[in-house]
């Protein structure tokens, strides 16, 4: 039982930058839109990742780290490319296929291996942020932030960039009590051990 974990934020609010301190070989990248990483440090990422090749990619990596970078794309760029069919059904068909991938990671990989979606935002009428999907068929047929435990909201301030830990009502921010104060560093490889320390340390002293 894998680990899906959300990581929100705008353009430009620090989400791949978050990336920064993990090495080669502890991390595995799935670059959904074929951009380049905002920093020097060269890892591990397959381009214009799609679904099939996100699965067989987690299924066969070695890390027991992976990003799924622009998530959101995932849907948008079938919408682009099915924009010619008419009616409801692809968008059913679309969330679909979204969630069967968060599924995915939960079901079919094993226990230690973190799977970070990093998705854009949109704020609703009511001044709510969410995850960014295709349209308000896709929302009625899935709420996103429902199919993980830990969804992180990146802030940028002239303070630096966070993450945020837990909803004040108008996010939909939220982890697992005590695993986080509640605004962090945005680096995920900070992120990534303290979930682990969470979720393993008693197993761990437990084999000692």
């Known amino acids: 039982m894998g680990i899906p974990v959300l990581i929100l934020g705008e353009s430009g609010s620090g989400k791949s930058a978050s ?3 993990f090495e080669p070989g502890e991390i595995g ?3 959904v839109a074929g951009k380049p990483l905002p920093f020097r440090k060269r890892l591990p990422k397959v381009d214009w990742s799609g679904y099939t090749a996100i699965r067989n990619g987690l299924k066969k990596g070695r890390a027991k780290s992976f990003v799924i970078d622009d998530s959101q794309y995932l849907m948008a760029f079938e919408e682009i490319d099915r924009a010619q069919e008419t009616g409801y059904t692809k968008f059913t068909e679309m969330a679909q ?3 069967g991938l968060v599924r995915f990671c939960i079901t079919e990989l094993p226990p230690d291996v973190l799977v970070y979606f990093l998705h854009h935002t949109e704020t609703t ?3 709510k942020i969410k995850a960014k999907t295709v349209g308000k068929m896709i929302d009625s047929k899935l709420t996103l932030e429902g199919l993980f435990s830990i969804v ?3 802030e940028a301030t002239v303070d630096g ?3 945020i830990t837990q909803s004040d009502g108008y996010t939909t921010a939220k982890s697992p009590m005590g695993m986080f104060p509640g605004k962090v560093e945005n680096d995920l490889k900070m992120v990534d051990t303290t979930i682990r320390s969470y979720y393993f340390e008693e197993d761990n002293h437990a084999e000692d």
Do not use: E, M, Y
Request: contains cysteine; aromatic residues 22%.
């Open 125 to 127: 009428d009511t001044g």
């Open 97 to 99: 296929k979204f969630s």
């Open 19 to 21: 990336l920064r301190n």
């Open 152 to 154: 992180l909201l990146c």
């Open 29 to 31: 990248i799935f670059n």
């Open 161 to 163: 960039h966070f993450f």
